[in-house]
Structures are given as structure tokens and as C-alpha cells.
């Protein structure tokens, strides 16, 4: 069947808009209704006009006009004949450039994922970038007693903040620039908070370790400032967990890297395989259906689809939002 949809077109910087769209379920195609979608950092980068190289992870050119649109969920409406994996009434997270700010999304079946026991809808719907910070906390190497800094207080800082104290740092420090997420970190469990505004990071990390430096740092901020800022509070042979996505040519200080044999991870889930990626999704996810990673208050501002301009003014004016949804 053919279903109309509105859909967010982005026509240039700074210029989107829902457009009516036919949506056709293809012989190898899912037809899914949304339940609710995710503002990432990475559609406001887009939206600033910060469109990055294609890579591998494109299955569209990114540039004007683009079908932005990636973190959502929903339940299957149609499958194609050609289509296995998934039947009518499922519940799936999208992992794909789906052009997902919409009523509906049509996807293959490599760029979704079966809905995990325990998840309600709205946790579901963000499934995407949630498992994306869960798995880069999980693999990030912390080991019991380590002292962790986390750079940057956003949605993925505060749920890998999270879970590095889970996982047994002895002190989690989360920097950021603002003090209500910094205030929320704390609240979420982290140890000692730095707003780098005010305070000296790589002074108050030295001296907490004895001028050693941080165990692992994880970069999930996202810009020059912070990386080589980064670099220069982990200790000989620490680890640097490479988090954020910088769409943007940067220049960086790798002296220390070299000199210091600095070990780097990279955690980002979703540009690994689809396979690997719909293996390590479930157990990534599981601690949050338990309990154990509290998500609902970084959830901070919520928009009909149809406010999706005031949704996206909001996201590129308020760096205190954290995350930003938008509702069918």
C-alpha cells in the first residue's frame, strides 16, 4: 500500500520544512509508524550547513536538500514480500538515515532493530543514540578504581557518565561549559563536576591523581577545544574513547599521542557493521531496561512534529537542552 506522510526536508542552512510524501513499501522494504523522534547533535550540525564528506554510513549524498532524520521508533505497519525478519505489529528501533522526521519511514531491514524486552515506547523510540553512549560506556575500558572524565555533559555524556560509575570508576568527572547540565550530572551520580568557564580542568585532574592524569578521558563533546584538552589530562598509557562525531576538519596536538603511547577506542556502535551492530544492541540496552542508567530526565524538551521549525530553532539557539523529541 501506499501511505502519505509528512517528512522533513532540509532545503539548505537553517531551512526545513515538513513536506507531503508518498511512501511506498518496496518487495525488500518495512513500512513503519512512528512513535517518537530524536533531535541528534549531528542533524544540528547539518542544520548549521555543516554537511561532513560521504562515507559509508550515507545511503543518500549528504547535501541540499537533505532527508534528515535518523533517531525514532515505531511499530511495523507493512513488510514487503521479500521481507523475513520482521512481520506487521513488531516493534523495532530505526538505525538508519531513514529520513525519520516523519509520520512514517520506510527502511531496510539491515537499518532497523527488534525492540528489546523492557523498554517502554518512548525509551524504545530513542533506542538509537541511547544504545550508541551505552556502548561506548560499556566498551570503553574503564576498569574498577580508574579515575574517568567525561567531556561533555550532553545526552551521551550524561548516560556514559553513568555508566562508567556503574561500571566501578572510582571518580567520574564530567566537564562542560553549562551549569545545568553540569548540575544534572551530578544529580545522575557523577563525582565532581568542572565547568570550564571557571575552572582549570587539567589543574583540578592532576591534582586529584597526583599529577598522573585521568585514566580514560571520553571525548563527547565534540569540538578542537575539547580534544586536545582531552589529550592533555589522560595519563601515560591511558585510554582516549573517542565518542563525538566532528563533521568539521580540526587542527589537534598529537605530540602526546605519539610520546605517550596514548591507547585510542572507538565506540562508535553504529558505524561499525550492521551485524555486529544488531548483536551488540540488546546487551547495550539491557542495563537501562533494568534499571541501572536513568534516561528519562535528559529528555528535556518535547514538540509536536508539525513545531519541527521551532523544534530545530530551539536545539541550535539552547545548548541547555539536552534532548530535544518530536511527536507524530
Not at 510524501?21 to 549531528?42: A, F, M, T, W, Y
Not at 545511503?59 to 532524520?69: A, D, H, S, T, V
Not at 605519539?258 to 591507547?263: M, N, P, R, V
Request: net charge negative; glycine share 10%.
Amino acid at each position: 500500500m501506499a501511505v502519505m506522510t509528512r517528512a522533513a526536508l532540509l532545503k539548505g542552512p537553517y531551512d526545513i520544512e515538513l513536506v507531503e510524501k508518498e511512501l511506498v513499501c518496496g518487495e525488500d522494504e518495512i513500512l513503519v509508524k512512528n512513535h517518537l523522534i530524536g533531535i541528534c547533535g549531528s542533524d544540528k550540525a547539518f542544520y548549521r550547513g555543516q554537511m561532513p564528506p560521504k562515507t559509508a554510513e550515507f545511503r543518500q549524498e549528504p547535501k541540499f536538500p537533505f532527508w534528515l532524520g535518523h533517531e525514532s521508533g515505531g511499530t511495523v505497519v507493512e513488510v514487503g514480500s521479500k521481507v523475513s525478519e520482521y512481520q506487521v505489529g513488531d516493534k523495532v528501533i530505526a538505525f538508519g538515515w531513514c529520513n525519520n522526521y516523519a509520520d512514517y519511514f520506510v527502511a531496510k531491514a539491515f537499518q532497523l532493530q527488534p525492540a528489546p524486552e523492557g523498554l517502554d515506547m518512548d525509551l524504545l523510540s530513542l533506542g538509537e543514540p541511547i544504545a550508541c553512549a551505552m556502548y561506548s560506556g560499556l566498551h570503553s575500558g574503564v576498569q574498577l578504581g580508574d579515575v574517568v572524565v567525561v567531556m561533555g555533559g550532553g545526552f551521551a555524556g550524561q548516560i556514559i557518565a553513568q555508566c562508567a560509575k556503574q561500571k566501578g570508576a572510582d571518580r567520574v568527572i564530567v566537564a562542560d561549559v553549562l551549569d545545568g547540565k553540569l548540575e544534572l550530572a551530578k544529580q545522575l551520580g557523577a563525582d565532581v563536576t568542572v565547568n570550564l568557564k571557571k575552572e582549570d580542568l587539567k589543574d583540578i585532574v592532576f591534582k586529584m591523581t597526583g599529577d598522573r592524569g585521568a585514566d580514560v578521558v571520553v571525548e563527547a563533546a565534540g569540538g578542537e577545544s575539547s580534544f586536545n584538552t582531552a589529550s592533555e589530562i589522560i595519563k601515560h598509557n591511558g585510554k582516549f574513547v573517542f565518542y563525538s562525531w566532528v563533521t568539521q576538519p580540526i587542527t589537534l596536538n598529537i605530540s602526546r599521542w605519539h610520546d605517550d603511547g596514548l591507547e585510542f577506542i572507538n565506540t562508535c556502535l553504529v558505524h561499525h557493521t550492521w551485524r555486529e551492530r544488531y548483536v551488540w544492541t540488546p546487551p547495550s540496552l539491557r542495563p537501562v531496561a533494568q534499571g541501572n542508567v536513568n534516561i528519562k530526565p535528559l529528555i528535556t524538551n518535547e514538540f509536536p512534529l508539525s513545531e519541527i521549525k521551532a523544534a530545530f530553532e530551539l536545539a541550535d539557539k539552547d545548548d541547555t537542552a539536552i534532548k530535544i523529541v518530536l511527536r507524530p
